[in-house]
């Protein structure tokens, strides 16, 4: 399986050029700009975008409105940007989710291509499997064991597409048998594995952190190929006996179809200098994620690799679209 992992950022935060010849991305924006959240709030999507978005607002000198629209895997949310006019005015925080959509869902309302404009990632890092300590799951050696003396009893919690596919890749690399349940955000999901409803579920360090470092929810392994500095105490999925699940997960900032290259890039421009802000990233190291930046190509490249490789293992999972 082609490993999901952090590519090299391109294009350091310094030294970017502004052409002359920007145009309309020089006066922008000059009205109210509508940043699409397409989960609800509290999750990691949200919380990125209200780390994110007021100080771009600042930046701008104008107002700039996170609008939560949730909905099958962020796609309600999508499509309102993916049908919006190509002017920056509305823009999609969107996750990795985003290249895996087009292989759980039959029919989307736009193309996942064509109908939106990659400017950067936000935020990266991997995914965590969370455990319920009132389910008796405070590590992931306890989960496996349950789990295969009782096949099909138990389950795991998702909150999107990414996190489903990463479930469904951890049961083929376990060989667990362990089914999936579905939530509309991680707020909810989070919910019902403190209250011990769920055994464990997977989702991102900055959603979980909190209630972590609260004892209501234990991190039980990440999917990045090495322990996180955040978290040196969690062990790797490789370390607890499931080779395999090196997946890395990203929060991104996409425009609509065909906005002016000159305007990605001055978007792009201003999330890295809000992304080097000593609170922005002490504050995203404390979430155990790192900060993104890429130049709009290369992470428009990243997107379709990484629709190849979901497209392959959503194949190796016998996933069908609904």
């Known amino acids: 399986m082609p490993r999901l992992t952090r590519r090299a950022l391109v294009a350091a935060t310094a030294g ?9 991305a020089q006066d922008y924006p000059n009205k109210p700009v509508r940043v699409i959240v397409p989960y609800p709030a509290g999750g990691g999507t949200d919380i990125v975008a209200r780390l994110i978005v007021p100080r771009l607002a600042d930046r701008w000198k104008q107002t700039a409105i996170i609008d939560n629209k949730a909905g099958a895997s962020g796609i309600v949310g999508s499509e309102i940007v993916a049908k919006a ?23 989307l309302p736009y193309d996942t291509e064509r109908d939106f404009t990659p400017i950067t990632p936000l935020v990266e890092g991997t995914l965590v499997l969370v455990g319920s ?21 138990y389950q795991w919690g998702s909150t999107e597409n990414t996190t489903r596919m990463t479930g469904e890749l951890f049961r083929l690399r376990s060989g ?22 769920i055994p464990v579920g997977f989702t991102s360090p900055l959603t979980a952190m909190g209630q972590h470092r609260a004892g209501t929810v234990r991190m039980l392994a990440v999917t990045s190929g090495k322990r996180l500095a955040a978290l040196p105490e969690v ?16 929060f991104s900032l996409f ?4 906005l002016p290259p000159a305007l990605a890039k001055r978007l792009r421009e201003d999330v890295v200098a809000v992304l080097a802000e000593p609170e922005v990233k002490t504050r ?4 155990a994620s790192e900060p993104g930046g890429e130049a709009p190509d290369v992470f428009a490249q990243r997107v379709k690799t990484e629709l190849a490789t979901w497209r392959e293992i959503a194949r190796e999972a016998g996933i069908q679209p609904e």
């Not at 002017?87 to 039959?106: C, R, V």
């Not at 300590?133 to 009893?153: E, Q, T, V």
């Not at 425009?255 to 065909?258: A, S, V």
Request: charged share 15%.
């Open 133 to 153: 300590p009132k389910a008796g799951m405070d590590s992931i050696a306890k989960f496996m064991a349950a789990a295969r003396a009782n096949p099909g009893k």
């Open 85 to 107: 006019p190509p002017d920056g005015y509305t823009l999609l925080i969107m996750t990795s989710a985003h290249t895996i959509n087009p292989f759980t869902t039959k029919t």
């Open 255 to 258: 425009g609509p179809g065909g």
């Open 284 to 287: 995203i190291a404390e979430l």
């Open 235 to 250: 062990p790797t999925m490789a370390e607890s006996g499931v080779p395999g699940m090196d997946v890395w997960a990203w």
């Open 16 to 24: 970017i050029v502004v052409a002359p010849s920007l145009g309309r």
């Open 176 to 197: 667990l048998k362990i089914e999936n349940v579905a939530y509309k955000g991680a707020a909810p999901m989070m919910q019902e594995l403190a209250g011990g409803h």
